[in-house]
């Protein structure tokens, strides 16, 4: 009898034993599900999907979490009823996907794209089939980047493991590896002794006071064309000029990785078949050093957009052996470069050693006194010359409007208080003086809001890059110029007027359309958002959320 009772005993606290593992088993398994659940988490589901399948070939899953808590739905458009509860996690190879310039979606899409006229390094956005629905990866090893402004001068290896431009520009002291950490000394092809002492030659080619390249806040934005690791832009700063450091994703493919990762204004984009993302009359000063780019190429074609971007009396800085070698080859090209300059009616400012300065018209009277026959012809009266987003070069001047030809120039003040003075383009996208300043005060006011609330959870200086990803007139970006920071300011395609007045009032920014992807690299663009939501705005600040739309009371 005792033996049985010993018997049920053990048979009893054997189920309580195989039922205590089983919960013990099902709590550790929800564990791991929730910590590793966005490693095979599905995507949100795309439209015109099947029930069973995802358009990207993996499963799917509807979410019950809004991304952006409280947003209007017209933020999701007609996903309003989709939100997102997790994401899965890419394939480590995808780290560096940059999707509307993936060269490797040419080749399997089998696009007929011109390699000689670059078409290969523009924008090519894969179809719905093929885009990808994860969030991307960072290298192994990744460290929180270096604080602005040492990131200058040094990176983490691991944040853009990739050598190869440090060997093959060592002589040109563009970066060197050292030990866990990339270094910059300043060196570019053309300026080994370092960008800043190129940058002091070129005010002194000019003349201007001080050694100083912003002519006392006249030259306020820059067009840096074949930038490299954008050394040239970096240095500007120090003159309170900020440049557009533009580069390809080519054979130097990291370049602009490493631009944006120094905390350098820059951007992928490329001389092409196609405008430049910028309105006309942008820029004081467009810079080539040895961009290896050929601006003969299809009757000026090239040369005619820098002119398209370049202000009144706007300058053309270009570094090259054809401004000073002496063999037939490069005089032949020097000739050509010259006369096709000559009938665009640039004159050349100054010329030394190996660099020459080309200087744009101040008014439409050297176009009018041309022979009516003279290539390349002014572009029709119908040509939107603001026209930036996929739209065709053509090889063709820009002439003036009336205003800016009688007024000799654009009529802006001088930096610093270009920031705040309204410019005379806002006539042209209808806004008022009025408005304008009104939007100025309430960003001040919104930002300053903005930075008590963040001030408690992060530290000086732990912003560089920054987006606003609806700039409108800049406003946000204005209110930010005293931090240690930069904006890229966005327009969407839609409101692609507004851009001009980014850069009248001395910012840079871009154009985009944001059912597409960002021509940037991971990682490296923005560590803060600023996102458009109608009334609303929504400041994200890394995992942080603020809402709403402070008013001035």
């Known amino acids: 009898m005792r033996a049985r009772e010993m018997s049920n005993m053990e048979v009893v606290l054997g189920r309580k034993l195989f039922s205590s593992l089983l919960v013990a088993f099902i709590l550790a398994l929800s564990i791991l599900c929730l910590y590793y659940g966005t490693s095979f988490a599905p995507g949100l589901p795309r439209r015109g999907a099947s029930d069973g399948d995802d358009a990207d070939g993996g499963s799917r899953m509807f979410a019950d979490v809004e991304l952006f808590p409280g947003a209007p739905s017209s933020l999701y458009g007609e996903s309003a009823n989709l939100v997102v509860k997790s994401l899965p996690v890419c394939d480590m190879r995808l780290s560096e996907l940059i999707p509307c310039l993936d060269r490797s979606l040419i080749y399997q899409l089998k696009l007929r794209v011109n390699l000689t006229l670059m078409e290969h390094y523009e924008r090519h956005c894969p179809p719905a089939g093929r885009r990808f629905n994860c969030l991307i990866p960072p290298p192994v090893g990744y460290k929180v980047p270096i604080r602005w402004p040492a990131s200058r001068d040094q990176v983490w290896k691991a944040n853009i493991p990739h050598t190869h431009l440090a060997e093959e520009k060592s002589d040109q002291r563009w970066m060197v590896v050292n030990g866990d950490k990339i270094n910059f000394p300043g060196g570019g092809t053309h300026f080994h002794a370092g960008a800043d002492k190129y940058i002091i030659h070129i005010a002194q080619m000019l003349k201007f006071r001080s050694d100083n390249l912003s002519d006392g806040g006249n030259i306020r934005t820059v067009l840096d064309v074949g930038c490299g690791v954008a050394s040239f832009g970096a240095y500007l700063l120090n003159h309170n000029i900020i440049a557009m450091s533009l580069a390809p994703n080519d054979v130097h493919e990291n370049q602009i990785q490493f631009a944006l990762e120094r905390g350098i204004p820059s951007t992928l984009g490329v001389l092409g078949t196609k405008r430049l993302p910028y309105p006309s009359r942008s820029f004081e000063l467009a810079h080539c050093s040895r961009c290896r780019i050929d601006w003969l190429q299809r009757d000026g074609i090239l040369l005619l957009e820098l002119d398209r971007v370049l202000r009144p009396g706007g300058y053309f800085v270009y570094s090259s052996p054809e401004a000073y070698a002496t063999d037939e080859k490069n005089r032949r090209i020097w000739n050509a470069m010259s006369d096709l300059v000559r009938r665009m009616c640039w004159k050349v400012a100054s010329k030394?050693?190996?660099?020459?300065?080309?200087?744009?018209?101040?008014?439409?009277?050297?176009?009018?006194?041309?022979?009516?026959?003279?290539?390349?012809?002014?572009?029709?009266?119908?040509?939107?010359?603001?026209?930036?987003?996929?739209?065709?070069?053509?090889?063709?001047?820009?002439?003036?409007?009336?205003?800016?030809?009688?007024?000799?120039?654009?009529?802006?003040?001088?930096?610093?208080?270009?920031?705040?003075?309204?410019?005379?383009?806002?006539?042209?996208?209808?806004?008022?003086?009025?408005?304008?300043?009104?939007?100025?005060?309430?960003?001040?006011?919104?930002?300053?809001?903005?930075?008590?609330?963040?001030?408690?959870?992060?530290?000086?200086?732990?912003?560089?890059?920054?987006?606003?990803?609806?700039?409108?007139f800049g406003g946000f970006a204005a209110s930010l110029v005293n931090k240690h920071v930069w904006v890229m300011n966005v327009i969407p395609v839609s409101e692609s007027s507004k851009l001009k007045i980014i850069y009248d009032r001395g910012l840079i920014g871009t154009l985009h359309d944001w059912c597409e992807s960002f021509s940037s690299y991971p990682h490296v663009e923005p560590k803060v958002d600023a996102l458009s939501m109608g009334e609303e705005r929504v400041l994200i600040i890394r995992k942080k959320l603020w809402k709403g739309s402070p008013e001035k009371p």
């Open 352 to 472: 030394r050693n190996q660099t020459v300065i080309w200087a744009k018209p101040l008014t439409n009277g050297c176009y009018m006194r041309r022979n009516p026959s003279t290539l390349p012809p002014l572009c029709s009266s119908d040509e939107d010359p603001d026209a930036a987003w996929n739209v065709p070069m053509k090889a063709c001047i820009t002439p003036y409007s009336n205003r800016v030809s009688s007024a000799k120039g654009m009529e802006l003040v001088s930096w610093p208080q270009r920031l705040v003075t309204p410019c005379p383009r806002l006539e042209e996208v209808g806004i008022s003086d009025e408005k304008y300043n009104k939007d100025t005060e309430v960003w001040n006011w919104r930002v300053l809001e903005y930075w008590k609330q963040m001030k408690p959870e992060i530290q000086q200086d732990s912003f560089r890059n920054i987006m606003d990803m609806t700039a409108n």
